[in-house]
């Protein structure tokens, strides 16, 4: 915990509250008493939270814990998860209400999708999935970008119960064979290519080479690769391979009839980087998962689905946008906004001006995006009518209280709620977070777990520190949209949420309760980086600089970054046959790590060093790499097996970058 304690000595001097307004307050959807209900009886409120879905078959049991840490919610409860989230709208007559604005990257470029047409949409895709072969469990990879056809091609993977793998288009080739062979894909969905910044960037080419690593490894696992047409953009085809979706899935009957499956049915596998080298597939359920986003989205948000227009701005390829853009808003009849380009194309105010067009009110954005905005700066959200917004949340990352009441004032006319809230792609849904109808929210606090979770901050032995103290998160009772295993993996499931703490989730951050009680997130205390609301893990970028041919060592660490929040830095040492490696040795390493992993991955800073700092058992000490990174002066270097090392870290430093 010693690298949290600046940031805890710097808590507790925010004086700053915001309650909602009292008109706000007298018509939210969640009230102080949730609070109590749940705490009478906890099983009896989620049940309750799980009628919000249509069920084939109810449950005969809320919760079964017998074998710990693998729990089983509304046991015996049947239903389908598309079926939930359009077919029983438009049965309830919702069928013409908009379920998306789509805005396309092109400004000219947009479709609104009613719910009638969803269904018909994911009914057709279900059929030509089915005939392309996927049954009942199959595994099926979505690696699209942000168009209709990806919430069609997810939903309709629900539909037939075969747990998709959604891998974000940003991702490298290499990083989505890894995952669709980690889970046994057998069909990819894809598209030619999609738009970013105002030009057409290629996504088969990746995926064909993914398919070759694959078919290297485990020959024949892939069978097909449906291609939405995008851009246009000419593609390598293989006839026996690739199918057109505008043929397949455009040809196949708007008639489905869906089975219903068993609530622990699998619904989906999301990748998330560990503290090793190889990402683990969290598995989400069915019934759990839907009560948990569902009824978080209905009472964090206080969703109104008759009046309001609902925009996460998260991709598809991170949980945010499976529970807060797919499975919530669905499942509640949202009117949601989807919105496939960046922030500043083609111009710095495009997401003002779609939250005027489509009179957006509720909104939920990462800090990473609210600090980008604030350095802009304000000339450009005030060209907007934004008086639609009545509510804002942020995700991802801790923000800093100047970013939430810049947010808060700017973006949402210092009338909005503003609801920090803390979870994880484990816990499927929020965990911890204001309401927005009740708390009396402090800049920066996720505040309280909600109602129905049990959450505490722990010092080392496990035992919950009093107020005012800081530790580990963990959540001290089960959940119905917690994960339920590593795909394929239950000790590596057991051994990373569970070993630490007798009966205990361990979340992987730390934490503090101030005075009151009420919960400040600090950040991961394991070898996580959260670079702009993504998690990446430390060990994974080492790997992939160390397969590059002139690296022998590398050591990678997290460091604060204004912008981002923590910036990758890595520190590599060059094989001797490399010499120094040459002039361009900086963006030859950044340029393979974007290809092993992705983009995003990209080191902000590579140090060239002679040395590394290791204990005398030879682990590498990144509390001081980090304070190198931060321009701090180094801390304590008693440990190391060579203290002069750090001198010459220095220097290295000093000169390469
Ligand atoms: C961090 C994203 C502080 C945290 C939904 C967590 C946060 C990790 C917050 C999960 C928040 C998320 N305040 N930190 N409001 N929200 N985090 O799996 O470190 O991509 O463990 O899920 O993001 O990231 P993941």
Known sequence: MSDNTETLANLGTEERRFAPSADFAANANLTAEAYEEAAADRLAFWEKQADRLSWETRWTQALDWSNPPFAKWFVGGKLNAAYNCVDRHVEDGAGDKVAFHWVGEPEDDTRDITYAQLKDEVCQAANALAELGVGTGDRVAIYLPMIPEAVVAMLAC???????????GGFSAEALSSRVLDCGAKVIITADGGYRRGAASALKPAV???VTKVEAEQPGLVEKVLVVRRTGQDVAWDESRDVWWHESVGNASTEHACEFFDAEHPLYVMYTSGTTGKPKGILHTTGGYLT??????????DLKPNSDVYWCTADIGWVTGHSYMVYGPLANQATSVMYEGTPDSPHKGRWWEIVQKYGVTIFYTAPTAIRTFMKWGDEIPNKFDMSSLRLLGSVGEPINPEAYVWYRETIGGGRTPVVDTWWQTETGAIMISPLPGVTHAKPG??????PGIVADVVNDEGQSVPDGSGGYLVIREPWPSMLRTLWGDDERFKETYWSRWEGMYFAGDGAKKDVDGDVWVLGRVDDVMNV???RLSTTEIESALVSHPKVAEAAVVGATDEMTGQAVCAFVILRESAGDGGADIVQELRDHVAKEIGAIAKPRQIMIVPELPKTRSGKIMRRLLRDVAENREVGDVTTLADSTVMDLIKEGAATST
């Open 532 to 534: 702009s609301g993504h």
């Open 445 to 450: 606090s996720a505040m309280k777990a909600i």
């Open 208 to 210: 064909d080479e993914a």
């Open 292 to 301: 948990g986003a569902a009824y978080t989205h209905w009472g964090i948000f």
């Open 158 to 168: 629900a539909r037939l119960g075969a747990p998709h793998t959604v891998v974000f």
